[in-house]
């Protein structure tokens, strides 16, 4: 979903500033808990975007199970003869 891939963005943002945060302090901690957040983030993202696939898969196929089928083709055969015209269906 759409809330979904914004707050995994948002983490992933904030994973990398930890990490940024964490490489000019010299913290390992830090540097990991950036690493960690920002891979949170990105489950999340794919999370949504999952969601929004199969959402948009299901929709379609409730729509098109909503329509009638569609009608069967005729084969029209014209048979002239001086002035009668026949039709037959195959």
């Known amino acids: 979903m759409k809330n979904d891939r914004i707050k995994g963005k948002a983490k992933q943002i904030e994973g990398k500033t930890l990490r940024k945060i964490g490489k000019l302090t010299g913290s390992k901690r830090t540097q990991a ?3 960690f957040r920002e891979a949170e983030g990105i489950v999340q993202s794919e999370r949504g975007r999952g969601e929004a696939i199969v959402r948009r898969a299901t929709d ?3 729509g098109l199970a909503s329509r009638p089928p ?3 083709r005729r084969v029209v055969e014209i048979e002239k003869t001086k002035t009668v015209v026949r039709t037959r269906r195959r």
Request: charged residues 45%; positive net charge; aromatic residues 0%.
């Open 70 to 72: 569609p009608s069967r």
């Open 33 to 35: 808990k950036g690493m």
């Open 60 to 62: 379609r196929a409730r």
